[in-house]
């Protein structure tokens, strides 16, 4: 039985062992990295330290953030590893763009000044204008280690929970926040948690969405490798607020390293009690399974990804009932994203007045984004609700590479829609994005330069919309193929005003008839696109001419048919 | 009340076996459907119509709705996969630098669109959608190996190498 | 009396089915023709389409490049342009080649069924009939590709239907057959 | 008449009705006279709220809803049709259209099809969107019936009475979004299926020509009117 007084012991053994290992060099293996080889690094890092018999560990993180300057590498000092206080100590310092044979020169810096041309900034805007709630483990812990994920603070808030509050309280915690869905709605997480702990049913479920299908986004993926266990914590303590004993983690199957680190958090949290049977002493079970996605982007819908768990084909219903009343098996299920569960800890440890104090009104906490595009600093940042796109973007993000000028934002993927120059000082909030034509979305914000043609970057929307629908109803099936083929032709230069005509009112309609989000936000790339780039489709129809020249249109309609 | 039996392996293939132990931790439920055909596909590379008839059949699973199923789910497969795959990230940080254009030649360099085989079962062409390597998109990853910032001559230079003997 | 309203009729890519069903009105086609002038039409002699027609009727589909220039000097010289019967409005039989495309159709019909394998230079059927208009690869409807001001639809639309739509377009109006005539 | 226990009462195109406890909009507009178009639903199948005909305004709701799996609630305020609706509705059938190779003429259900009426219920005389013409082959394999590709709608009717009343689950759709079909059994010619009990529901089912009887075509095609009323009946003594 895991008490708090072991949660204690196992944090003070594991900073002792810290301490005792002196020098800290954390290597980034987070996908990213990992894909410029960053375990090469690790591997180079781990032999050179033991050669140069420094008194000095070599440990893989998660996903320290600054992805285009991966490989990431950071080197705590000793006495920063064994501070209390954090802010008065040595700082950290930080590597980029590391190849395995820069490691002796970095283990040969620990004592000494930097190694200069690998050093990154941290001062940098990109690292001081962020906020890091989901974000605060990773690149910090080992995520494959549950004594790190304690040491750093981890299972208190739900032994807690378990010990000193009733579910009513927690949802009432949750609440009071403000916290709303990440996974791009904006529900009220609170209303959802309350719905599914009034619902009746003997059996309950708890659903954590991981998903992610936004062809831009990897927020999820990185939080799941980085720091499982502030994900499984999360879904804990909501099962205890609604009243679920069984659970499901619905995870993208083309996320292997994502599926073996939360393997390996399922099992240790088992081994410490803090999952299955009886948890931690008490009388609340909750028994997890990982259930592998197969590459459909309509399972985010709720009602798909339930029939997905259930074995069959990915098709939505239509709602009501709500999962939260008749989910998955027809019982009460409690349906969130990966970064929802991820701010439920915090909340719970720190409080919901801290959480409600951050952000704007009606948006409250952080949001993770997934930086990307044509910026000059591109990663996972988390920052305030209520920031700026343009402090996003210029600022975090460093602007456009010189020789090319900022043209569009497009944030919630292909149900979102692109944000112009003239927009860039809207907060971002759930509110303020979906007035501007797009929406929060998950987390995808991709930034793009005059170099892109808005048309066909709608196109590229539609074509995964048309592909991902799911068929079941007429208007997204058959209507994100006819809109995907007006703006085909579009973009080679053979349409007319009548099919831009057609386009709109199709946008229109499959937006008001579709039966599920998918169908109902695929319109919006469009839309957001006609709204701020008309004159590039004009130029498309009228002049034949792609303004950004990335389509080729020059063929006239009859050599088309001909 | 008719014979329940379970169907019996459809060969001496050792790796039956595997796809039964991941039917049998399920309690042989019919929403183990999926978990099933992920297994199928792990040990054999892809489903065949023998495999979906054999995991229908042990699940109780009526076969349109097993062959529903399984051709519902792009990451399945229900064709042999080439000897190596060139998968080309279709996400949108990788669209905006350029994919599209890799992808177009990658088709016209194998002769086949994607989602397909070479005839000569060497190369396979797949489009996938963000792998999370948005920050050096653009990203084509061969067999296991992820290549960034990919350019046309990274394909060249893989098939190439692919085709040394 | 007011002046007589000047009336033509296109025969493009159909059957001639269309037509029929016109001349179907019987002796209401003759009461009728007191109000319009017949300034072009497969069934009189008028080779040249005139540069001021106040309704034309079309039957068919565009299939050709000669059907392609047709529509366009029509709908320039016509006030009310009609789209009559199923082929003109959806390609209807005329486009059921559309699916495998004009070669492999041209091959099937001139080529394996007739006398074997007909024998030509680049091998595609479309270049042994260099003297006639080249086929589209695809039928389409008119409104594919100009405006059309109403559509009388039918495989054929019945001589009640035409009758309707006619003296409608003979009394000014511009039919509107929505609820009434069905496909097929 | 005095309302049954339970009962709702709401309000239907300006008109005061009544419902059952948990009936949908579209039984009790039925049992008042009020026409919503449908073609995925069936009397006695389960409802999928896939056409998206029978899309209908609800007061107070975000967005439209469907009539055939939304029940009715006390208070409700329901309009089944507004130029909007119309306007919708019309664009539906043109998707349907221009999705598969519907030529009317040709065609073993001419004038017997609920695709065609609707389309002339709905007024529709052209449709607008460009035909895809895609190429779709046509299954005769079957002793007895035959499968048109061209004609289908993917309404679900056929795999909806074959799984919910017969219980033989034949059919079913395979892949998804504008590449969807129906199909028997692993995609096998349907004479090949080992599952089909033959009963020729799913074709009594086919709101168009996509499933019919061999040798009984056109003018003598028309539905058995003595099955479909039992539908219901047989739901529900399974």
Redesign the interface.
Same mark, same amino acid.
């Not at chain 3, 057959?177 to 097929?184: D, E, I, P, R, T």
């Not at chain 4, 389309?119 to 607008?128: F, K, Q, R, Y």
């Not at chain 4, 013409?133 to 779709?136: C, D, R, V």
């Given at each position: 039985m895991m008490s708090h007084e072991e949660l204690e012991q196992t944090t003070a053994k594991v900073q002792q062992e810290q301490r005792a290992a002196g020098d800290r060099i954390n290597v980034c293996v987070a996908a990213g990295c990992l894909s410029l080889h960053s375990d090469a690094v690790q591997k180079s890092l781990t032999d050179e330290a033991k050669k140069s018999g420094a008194r000095c560990s070599v440990r893989g993180v998660g996903c320290m953030g600054l992805c285009s300057a991966g490989p990431v590498v950071s080197h705590e000092p000793a006495q920063a590893v064994a501070a209390e206080d954090k802010t008065t100590a040595q700082p950290t310092r930080l590597y980029g763009g590391v190849q395995p044979g820069h490691a002796a020169k970095i283990v040969a810096s620990l004592n000494q000044e930097p190694v200069r041309e690998l050093a990154i900034d941290t001062a940098m805007p990109f690292f001081a204008k962020q906020t890091k709630i989901v974000l605060e483990n990773s690149g910090s812990i080992n995520p494959e280690s549950i004594e790190e994920y304690i040491a750093a603070g981890g299972y208190r808030a739900l032994l807690r929970a378990l010990h000193e509050m009733t579910p009513a309280e927690v949802v009432q915690e949750i609440s009071a926040s403000g916290l709303r869905g990440r996974g791009g709605a904006g529900y009220p997480t609170g209303l959802k948690w309350a719905t599914v702990a009034r619902a009746a049913g003997a059996t309950k479920y708890v659903i954590c969405n991981a998903d992610e299908g936004d062809p831009g986004a990897f927020m999820d993926r990185s939080v799941l490798e980085s720091d499982p266990h502030r994900v499984l914590e999360g879904m804990i303590l909501a099962a205890y607020a609604v009243g679920a004993s069984q659970g499901y983690i619905y995870l993208r199957a083309e996320y292997p390293l994502a599926v073996q680190r939360l393997g390996v958090a399922i099992r240790e949290a088992k081994r410490m009690g803090l999952l299955g049977a009886e948890i931690a002493g008490t009388r609340m079970s909750l028994h997890l399974e990982i259930r592998l996605g197969a590459g459909a982007f309509v399972c985010g819908e709720e009602t798909a990804l339930i029939a997905s768990i259930e074995g069959r084909r990915g098709t939505p219903q239509p709602r009501p009932p709500y999962p939260a009343e008749s989910g998955l098996w027809n019982s009460p299920t409690l349906i969130n994203n990966v970064e929802t569960y991820a701010n439920v800890s915090p909340i719970l440890a720190r409080g919901s007045a801290w959480y409600a104090a951050q952000g704007t009104a009606k948006s409250k906490g952080t949001k993770v984004f997934a930086l990307s595009g044509k910026a000059r600093n591109t990663g996972l940042i988390e920052v305030p609700m209520g920031m700026t796109l343009r402090e996003i973007i210029f600022d975090i993000g460093g602007g456009v590479p010189a020789g090319h000028t900022f043209k569009a934002v497009q944030t919630g993927g292909p149900s979102g829609g692109c944000i112009p120059e003239s927009l860039l000082d809207i907060p971002v909030d759930y509110d303020s994005l979906m007035q501007a034509g797009s929406i929060m979305g998950s987390g995808g914000m991709i930034v793009m330069d005059d170099s892109s043609c808005m048309v066909s970057v709608a196109r590229f929307f539609m074509e995964f919309c048309m592909s991902e629908s799911c068929g079941k109803c007429v208007p997204c099936r058959a209507g994100t193929a006819q809109m995907h083929g007006l703006l085909t032709r579009i973009t080679e230069g053979v349409a007319t005003h009548?099919d831009l005509d057609l386009l709109v009112r199709l946008c229109e309609m499959v937006g008001a008839t579709s039966l599920c989000g998918l169908g109902q936000t695929a319109p919006n790339p469009v839309l957001s696109t006609l709204r701020y780039f008309k004159n590039e489709y004009l130029a498309h129809i009228e002049d034949k001419h792609c303004p950004a020249g990335v389509c080729e249109c020059a063929t006239t309609p009859?050599e088309v048919?001909? | 009340m008719v014979n329940m039996a379970r169907p019996s392996l459809p060969s001496e293939d050792k790796r039956w076996r595997i796809v039964q132990g991941t039917m049998r931790k399920h309690g042989y439920s019919r929403n183990a459907l999926i978990e099933t055909l992920h297994t199928v596909q792990q040990s054999f590379g892809f489903l065949d119509k023998d495999a979906i008839r054999f995991v229908a059949s042990s699940l109780r699973v009526p076969p349109s709705q097993a062959y529903g199923v399984a051709t519902f789910y792009h990451l399945f497969q229900l064709r042999p996969p080439g000897k190596h795959t060139c998968q080309v990230c279709l996400g949108t940080a990788c669209f905006i630098n350029g994919a599209e254009r890799l992808m177009k030649h990658a088709e016209k360099s194998l002769g086949i669109q994607a989602g397909e085989t070479t005839p000569d079962g060497e190369v396979s062409l797949l489009a996938v959608r963000c792998v999370g390597s948005c920050s050096f998109a653009p990203v084509m990853i061969f067999d296991e190996k992820t290549h960034s910032y990919a350019k046309s001559e990274t394909l060249d230079e893989q098939l190439q190498a692919w085709r040394q003997p | 009396m007011s002046e007589k309203k000047t009336l033509a009729t296109v025969w493009l890519d159909g059957c001639s089915g269309c037509h029929m069903s016109l001349l179907d009105m019987d002796e209401r086609l003759i009461t009728l023709s007191s109000q319009f002038d017949l300034v072009y039409s497969p069934l009189v002699d008028q080779k040249i389409f005139p540069a001021h027609v106040d309704i034309t009727l079309v039957e068919g589909a565009i299939g050709n490049?000669e059907d392609?220039e047709k529509i366009h000097m029509i709908r320039e010289r016509t006030r009310i342009l009609v789209?009559l019967g199923?082929c003109a409005?959806? *390609?209807?039989?005329s486009?059921?080649r559309?699916?495998?495309g004009a070669e492999a159709m041209l091959r099937r019909v001139y080529g394996e069924s007739a006398h074997g394998p007909a024998q030509n230079a680049t091998g595609k059927m479309q270049d042994i009939f260099v003297q006639l208009p080249?086929l589209?690869?695809?039928v389409?409807?008119l409104?594919?590709y100009v +405006?059309?001001d109403a559509?009388v639809?039918g495989?054929p639309p019945t001589a009640d239907t035409i009758h309707f739509a006619l003296s409608e377009l003979l009394a000014g109006r511009v039919p509107d057959? +929505? *609820?009434?005539?069905?496909? *097929? | 008449m005095s309302a049954a226990p339970g009962a709702k009462t709401f309000v239907i195109d300006g008109v005061d009705a009544s419902a059952t406890p948990g009936q949908t909009i579209l039984s009790a507009a039925r049992e008042h006279n009020i026409f919503i178009p449908t073609l995925c639903h069936l009397e006695g199948l389960g409802d999928v709220g896939a056409c998206r005909l029978c899309l209908v305004e609800v007061k107070g709701a975000r967005r439209l809803l469907p009539a055939c799996t939304t029940r009715v609630d006390e208070g409700m305020e329901v309009t089944t049709n507004s130029p909007r609706l119309a306007d919708y509705r019309q664009m539906t059938m043109q998707l349907l @259209?221009a999705e598969r190779?519907h030529?009317?003429?040709?065609?073993v259900a001419?004038?017997h099809?609920e695709m065609?009426?609707m389309?002339?219920?709905?007024?529709?005389?052209?449709?607008?969107v460009?035909?895809r @013409?895609?190429?779709?082959t046509v299954d005769a394999s079957h002793e007895r019936f035959t499968l048109d590709h061209n004609r289908c709608i993917l309404c679900t009717r056929c795999v909806r009475v074959c799984s919910e009343i017969e219980g033989a689950h034949t059919w079913d759709v395979m892949g998804r979004g504008i590449q969807s079909k129906v199909i028997t059994d692993l995609d096998q010619p349907w004479g090949t299926s080992e599952t089909c009990t033959s009963c020729g529901k799913c074709v009594q089912v086919c709101p168009t020509g996509a499933l019919f009887q061999k040798n009984r075509t056109g003018e003598r095609r028309g539905k058995d009117p003595s099955f479909l009323p039992y539908l219901r009946t047989m739901r529900e003594e399974l």
């Open positions: 009548r009859a048919n001909a | - | 490049t392609l789209a199923d409005i959806t *390609g209807n039989v486009a059921l559309n699916a495998c080249r589209f690869e695809r389409q409807p409104h594919d +405006s059309i559509f639809p495989c057959l +929505s *609820g009434v005539a069905k496909f *097929g | @259209f190779n030529v009317c003429s040709v065609c001419n004038n099809c065609q009426s389309a002339t219920t709905l007024g529709m005389t052209h449709v607008e460009p035909y @013409f895609p190429a779709l």
